[in-house]
Each structure stands twice: as structure tokens, then as C-alpha cells.
């Protein structure tokens, strides 16, 4: 049957045929076959005038419709071909979405889909299960080496576009030690794909493991080498990937939230990293050979205060401040400062003794890190190994309170570390599916796991991790300078010629870490580690209570995550 459209609503010819196909493609509407549906819409929506209404429903009233399928009578009425009417289903049923919820339900979009906004979140918890063989202590300088439940991380944030080309993100961190609650925030502009430009506050582009999301690490916390790492960072990158295999970025940024003080070229620090996958670059599937290579340098600066073991809270005479340049903690969360490297600062009086006092100047840090990474991957199997090396000058004027005469102090240190691992996928997911943009994100089960008749087991992971830290005994130094203390009063003491910068606790250690992960959807994973830490020599707590030594950690941890 052929059916000719009204000239009244000729003119309205594309907005009536995207209406009429998407209605007509609802199997309501198949079975109700009804032609006064369709005019009803079309009035609804304002596409015809009540009298178009009028005159079409007379019209059509007197041609028999029964016997014409619904997706026949929109191609003659409308007069288009059926693959325009598909056409016109789908354009309606995405633009369906645009200034709604999105299907997932945890994100919104603009009636122009340019502007978006998404929910995004991540929560892990975690369990341990500490065995050092020191005693016992309530001192809370002890905190690291205690069995315990922790929220490792709980951030909440959105990320979307305000134009096309345009993105940003927002995430907060709701728990840690930093008073600034901004864990990420910055503004992509993404007009060019192959030189898009980040400002903000963003993850810096060091290590494979670092650019790697903590909700797909292959273990519960990151190698020794990552604690060098600046991570989240203020500051402005040019990015991108030019040829799908190969990714670059330079960024300039801050080391901290805020300025500390008015020396030139304060905080500036300028990292860059560059990745080839040999895979992707010659077009072999199922596979992944990663090589990156990294180098982040720069001077920062750092407020000494003074340290949580230099005394009692109400030390008789005088009060030390010193600056971390250094420092590493046990994988798995385990002892805190099992090394670290300090530089002086300030000597307070006796009226600002306790615990955090800060230093009236800063010292100033040049750091030079250099990293390479290796990745290789062949169906569920995957190695992955990175190398750090970095050197660290610091320099502080050291003053006594109220003196017009200070020291210059000085302290030079520099690290290795490595670390070694193998990851096999147990359900046969492979890794090259998991690769993106030079680093990898979260491995998708085969089958999620899902309690119900039919359900899979998710993704099962097994892993073996060997790494290490060694530290250069670091080297300092002090000259007496003719330097105005910027504290002027108070009585003149002058500093003994010698230096309270220091280097504590063991200088190498290795952590051999089992894991086994269990990866039920994309959205949620089970982990859990078995980590044992030798160091080379015998370490403390650095408390102001002796709990003996030891040359031995084991740390039980399991961690329950969930992202969105």
C-alpha cells in the first residue's frame, strides 16, 4: 500500500520520521497499529498544530490500515527507505539519553550531549596482621608495626566534559594526614589527541606502576621504587599518543600545595616519560612489549621540624628540627622509616619544645630520579620489572634561637631499587586486553562472578613479587656562615661545629610478596598478600621507647575494594 503525506506535514518531513520511527519500533506500538497514535505524539511534541491533527486523522480514517505493518506504513507515509528509518531509530534512541540519567545511573547528560558529569568513587579496606618479633609498646610512635583494620582509601569525586574536547576531573580524598581534601582536580584540554594539555592538579607521568590506577595494581600497595614518586602534583602537562604504541608526557609542577618561600625557582620540577609497546607498534594481538623510560628533576622545599624522637615533649634545653629528604616504608604497609636520611634545620629554645615544632627557614632539595620499566605479556601471563635510581642534595641554614650567627648545612643522598614480578591470570584473561595508553588498567573477568544458576567465578589472579632498596650512606657537611638568623631575639648561643643531620635504620632491605586476587567484576576485587621483609641490618622503631631490633617483618594483609 502506498500513502501519500499530507502537504502540511511535508514541511515538517524529518522531525515526523524520527518521531514516527522510533515510536513504531516499540513493540507497543507494533501490536497496537494504530495511526492516531502516532498523530497524537506528533501533536504532543509540537511537530503539528491541532488542526494538522484534525485534518490528518480525517483523512487517514478513510484509508483501511489494517492489514499494514507498522514499519511499512511509516516508509510510505514518510516516504523513506527502510534503512533510513533504522537510521532514524537509533539516532532517536541515543539522543534519547542526552538530559537524562545515564543507563548506568551514575552520571548525567547535556540535551546537547557535549556536557557531562559522572559519579566516580573508590573505597578500600583493609586487614593486617603484623609479625616482627618486637616487644609491645603503647607508644604511639610504634603505630606502623601494629595488626590492624584501615580505610587505605576512600575518594568520591566527578569527571566529565563541559564542551566537546573539553574534560575535567574532581576527586576528593576523605581520609590520610593531608588537611587539603583535593586528592585530583584538573581541566584536559583535549583538541588535539596527539598534544593534549593538563592543568591542575594530576597524577604525574612516572612509572608504569604509578600511572597504573590503584584499583588495578597487581598487589595491595606499590614497590619500594613508587615512595619516590611524586604522584598527585599541582601543576601543567603536554601529553598524548601519537601512533597507537607510543605515549609521551612532559609535565612542570609543584611539590606542594603551597609556596614556602620567595627563592627563585622555588618547587619548580620538570618529569617527562616516554612508552613504546613493540606489540601494539607491530601489530601483534594477545601481546604486550612495554619499555618506558622516565626522568623527574627539579629543587623543592621542605620545612624542618622537630622529630618524634629527639626527646620527651618537654626536652630541658633545646629542641633539633630536622627534614625527611629520604625515606622508605615496608611494602604492605608495614614499618614506618625502616631508613631514612634527615638534614637540620633550626635549633628552638627550650620554650618551643615538643613534638612538630617547624623551623623558621626551609631547606631547599635538588632531586634527580631516573626510571626505566619492561613489560612483557603473552595471554594470561605477564612479567613486569622497573628500576629507580635517585640522588638527592639538600642544603638548610641552621640557626640557634635568637642568634646572629647560623651554619650552613648540607646532606647528600642517593638510592636504588628495583623490584621483580610475575602475574598470571588463573581464568585466562588476557593482558594485552588490559593494556591502554601505556599502562594497564583493570583486568575484565571472562565471566563476573554472580551467585545465581549460570554465574561465573570472576577473575582468579596469581602473583610473585621481589623487591628491593638500597641507600648510599648519605654525606654531610656544615660551614660557619656570617647569615642574620631571622629570629633576632633572644640570647646568642652558638651551634657546636657539627651537623644533626642523620641517617637512621637499615640502609638495604628486600620484600618477597605472594598474592592471590580475585577479581569479581571490573567494579569490586579481593586481595591478598603475604609479604616477608629482610633488611641488612637490625632496625628500630624510631620512637622514643626502645622495643629491641629486629632484621625481620612478615605482614598478612587482605583488602576489599570497590570503584565506580
Request: neutral net charge.
Amino acid at each position: 500500500m502506498s500513502f501519500s503525506l499530507p502537504l502540511h506535514l511535508r514541511r515538517r518531513h524529518l522531525t515526523a520520521a524520527l518521531l514516527a520511527s522510533a515510536i513504531f519500533s516499540t513493540p507497543a506500538m507494533a501490536a497496537l497499529d494504530d495511526a492516531k497514535a502516532i498523530l497524537q505524539v506528533l501533536l504532543n511534541k509540537g511537530v503539528i498544530s491541532q488542526q494538522d491533527y484534525d485534518k490528518t486523522l480525517e483523512e487517514w480514517n478513510s484509508k483501511p490500515l489494517d492489514s499494514v505493518p507498522p514499519v511499512q506504513f511509516v516508509q510510505d507515509a514518510l516516504g523513506v527507505q527502510a534503512k533510513d528509518v533504522q537510521k532514524a531509530v537509533d539516532y532517536t534512541k541515543k539522543d534519547e539519553k542526552n538530559g537524562s540519567v545515564k543507563p548506568g545511573g551514575f552520571g548525567w547528560v547535556s540535551a546537547d550531549g557535549e556536557k557531562s558529569a559522572n559519579l566516580i568513587g573508590l573505597v578500600h579496606f583493609d586487614a593486617r596482621s603484623i609479625d616482627n618479633g618486637l616487644t609491645d609498646s603503647a607508644d604511639k610512635d610504634s603505630a606502623s608495626g601494629a595488626s590492624n583494620y584501615e580505610v587505605r582509601r576512600a575518594r568520591i569525586g566527578l569527571n566529565g566534559s563541559i564542551a566537546k574536547d573539553l574534560d575535567y576531573e574532581i576527586l576528593t580524598n576523605l581520609v590520610g594526614s593531608s588537611s587539603n581534601l583535593i586528592h585530583r582536580a584538573y581541566i584536559n584540554y583535549g583538541y588535539n589527541k596527539n598534544a593534549q594539555f593538563r592543568v591542575g592538579r594530576f597524577k604525574q607521568p612516572f612509572s608504569l606502576e604509578e600511572m597504573t590506577s590503584a584499583n588495578a595494581t597487581d598487589f595491595q600497595e606499590r614497590s619500594y621504587g613508587n615512595q619516590l614518586v611524586a604522584s598527585q602534583r599541582l601543576g601543567a602537562m603536554v601529553f598524548g599518543e601519537p601512533k597507537k604504541g607510543f605515549t609521551y608526557a612532559l609535565s612542570s609542577y609543584q611539590d606542594g600545595f603551597n609556596e614556602l618561600s620567595n627563592t627563585t625557582n622555588a618547587g619548580t620540577l620538570a618529569v617527562g616519560r616516554v612508552t613504546l609497546n613493540f606489540a601494539e607498534l607491530g601489530g601483534f594481538n594477545n601481546s604486550v612489549v612495554h619499555l618506558g623510560l622516565a626522568s623527574d628533576k627539579g629543587r623543592y622545599e621542605v620545612t624542618p621540624a622537630t622529630s618524634t624522637d629527639t626527646g620527651s615533649t618537654t626536652a630541658s634545653t633545646t629542641q633539633y628540627t630536622r627534614a625527611t629528604i629520604l625515606s622508605f616504608r615496608t611494602e604492605d604497609r608495614g614499618m614506618a622509616n625502616a631508613y631514612r636520611a634527615q638534614i637540620a634545620g633550626d635549633v628552638t629554645s627550650s620554650t618551643f619544645a615538643g613534638y612538630g615544632v617547624q623551623a623558621n627557614n626551609v631547606a631547599s632539595v635538588k632531586k634527580d630520579l631516573q626510571g626505566i620499566e619492561l613489560a612483557l605479556a603473552n595471554g594470561p601471563f605477564k612479567f613486569q620489572t622497573e628500576y629507580f635510581d635517585a640522588s638527592y642534595s639538600a642544603s638548610a641554614q641552621s640557626c640557634t634561637f635568637g642568634t646572629t650567627t647560623c651554619y650552613d648545612s648540607s646532606l647528600n643522598v642517593s638510592t636504588r631499587t628495583n623490584y621483580y614480578e610475575f602475574i598470571y591470570n588463573l581464568t585466562g584473561e588476557s593482558w594485552a586486553n588490559a593494556y591502554k595508553s601505556g599502562a594497564f588498567t583493570t583486568v575484565k573477568p571472562l565471566a563476573n562472578f554472580s551467585s545465581g544458576s549460570g554465574g561465573g567465578w570472576g577473575a582468579w589472579q596469581l602473583g610473585l613479587r621481589y623487591s628491593t632498596y638500597s641507600v648510599t650512606e648519605p654525606t654531610w657537611a656544615t660551614a660557619r656562615t656570617n647569615v642574620t638568623s631571622s629570629v633576632s631575639t633572644g640570647k646568642a648561643t652558638a651551634l657546636t661545629n657539627s651537623n644533626f643531620s642523620r641517617g637512621e635504620n637499615a640502609e638495604g632491605g628486600n620484600t618477597t610478596t605472594l598474592g592471590v586476587n580475585w577479581i569479581l567484576n571490573p567494579n569490586s576485587r579481593v586481595i591478598f598478600n603475604y609479604a616477608v621483609t629482610k633488611f641488612d641490618r637490625p632496625v628500630t622503631y624510631i620512637s622514643t621507647t626502645s622495643l629491641g631490633s629486629t632484621s625481620e617483618e612478615k605482614v598478612v594483609s587482605i583488602r576489599t575494594q570497590i570503584n565506580f
